[in-house]
């Protein structure tokens, strides 16, 4: 498998294609797109559009909060808030720390390569693994997308024909006259007797629309990067431990074992001498035996030169993935560096959303809202949980080096090869870790405290509704 296989795989699929669409709303520009002044301009002006539609929701959400005394709208417009501002805090890491995550990005998709060395038979199929898990989650997260967004828009459709006589039972008296949107997000267009009626249900399916593929699209983006960066650690694990395979043994040409005692030798002397006096008559002449000792010499020499050659091959690829281990360390601390804020609003989100989503489900009546927040619980649920999975997973296999670097067959490899694993071993035993701020790490214990807290916050909620 060459390096250009390995980079068209990755990067048209999978990571590239989710560049492609920041880039389209003016977000991870790279140089090849700030030459052209005209496109320039314009990614620049959809990207302001897209932090005004995120700002517009939050303070809009609120708004709507306070103006409401539904005691259902409240709660659920209070679940809202939270999602927005989690989208808008994603948005943000991204437009501030764009050279990280393009560097990130680069990173993921050559570090697959080993600098360059072909992938051998058992390092092809983990590769293929986390390309296919990749493609998987993909998947998972446009579908309900789509989903989403259709659930969003069957309910924005209605609206064209409403009237105040039909409605005037849905809102109490501060809000009479005005229609429901679908994301719980006040404008001053709302009035039911507004001509322009029809214009802001449009502008709202497009701000909609951009806020959830934003929204899909970070989140893509976040687990893509983890996932991958677990990879390249299994990955380098994987081919330390088949180093010995791949470059031959690398000890000196001399036999492994214990040296033999004197009776052995003895014993060894007398079977030459027997097998001598059995071939008797066939003893070979002087000149056979020269040829002999030729040969063997320069059995010898090929043998002590192929010895040498795999000696130095094993040394130099040892020196790459000691190299390779280096930036693949560097580059998880700038992933940590960058997905802190995001995590740490997307755990603290998330302990609420959880709660509050599992409280709408056993109190409201209405099958269509019933089918929404069902659906909505379970998103966030996997999106939470898949993050901390592949977190974890991302912890273990950067442990999982040093054990590759044991099975390496250490014990047989010159003392100076045994010294340069050390690196290795030594740096292997602190695993890679993803931080949330007061929250710890994210794992899957952190999982487990968080289907805890949210399964308080339920408890809370029906009591108090219960009073």
């Known amino acids: 498998m060459s390096r250009s296989y390995l980079q068209e795989k990755l990067q048209i699929p999978i990571l590239r294609f989710n560049v492609r669409v920041l880039q389209t709303f003016g977000l991870l520009l790279d140089n090849s797109l700030i030459t052209n002044r005209h496109g320039h301009v314009l990614r620049k002006g959809i990207m302001y559009f897209t932090i005004f539609i995120h700002i517009q929701f939050i303070f809009g959400s609120v708004i709507e909060l306070f103006i409401s005394n539904d005691e259902s709208h409240q709660f659920e417009s209070l679940g809202l808030i939270l999602s927005y501002v989690k989208g808008a805090m994603q948005l943000y890491a991204l437009i501030f720390s764009g050279k990280n995550f393009l560097d990130l990005i680069k990173s993921a998709e050559v570090n697959f390569s080993m600098n360059g060395k072909p992938l051998g038979k058992t390092e092809i199929p983990i590769f293929d693994s986390y390309v296919q898990t990749a493609n998987r989650l993909a998947r998972f997260m446009w579908v309900s997308f789509v989903l989403t967004l259709s659930s969003v828009f069957f309910e924005l459709v209605p609206t064209f024909n409403v009237s105040v006589e039909n409605h005037a039972n849905e809102f109490d ?171 740490f609003m997307r755990i603290l989100s998330a302990v609420v959303i959880f709660g509050f989503d599992g409280f709408y489900i056993t109190r409201t009546t209405d099958k269509v809202m019933l089918l929404r927040y069902v659906a909505g619980l379970l998103y966030s649920i996997m999106e939470t949980g898949l993050t901390c999975w592949f977190a974890s997973k991302l ?73």
């Open 173 to 343: 008296s501060q809000v009479m006259g005005r229609r429901n949107t679908a994301y719980k997000v006040w404008t001053p267009f709302q009035k039911l007797n507004n001509p322009y009626l029809k214009l802001d249900i449009i502008y709202e399916m497009i701000s909609v629309t951009i806020f959830f593929i934003m929204f899909t699209t970070i989140n893509l983006l976040t687990l893509m990067l983890i996932v991958f960066f677990a990879g390249h650690f299994n990955l380098l694990a994987e081919c330390i431990e088949n180093l010995t395979n791949e470059t031959g043994d690398v000890t000196n040409t001399e036999p492994i074992g214990p040296k033999k005692s004197k009776s052995s030798l003895n014993e060894e002397k007398w079977e030459s001498l027997d097998q001598q006096r059995i071939g008797v008559d066939d003893l070979k002449t002087p000149d056979s035996v020269d040829s002999k000792n030729k040969d063997s010499k320069r059995k010898k020499r090929d043998k002590s030169a192929e010895s040498l050659k795999f000696r130095n091959e094993a040394k130099l690829d040892l020196r790459q993935y000691i190299e390779h281990h280096r930036k693949l360390l560097k580059s998880s601390e700038k992933l940590n560096a960058v997905l802190s804020p995001i995590m």
């Open 395 to 467: 912890s273990l296999q950067s442990e999982m080096v040093g054990e590759g670097v044991y099975n390496c067959r250490w014990c047989s490899k010159p003392i100076s090869f045994q010294r340069s694993l050390r690196f290795i071993i030594m740096r292997a035993q602190r695993p890679v870790a993803l931080s949330v701020g007061p929250f710890g790490t994210l794992s899957m214990e952190l999982f487990a405290r968080i289907l805890n807290s949210a399964y308080s916050y339920f408890t809370v909620l029906t009591q108090f509704h219960e009073k």
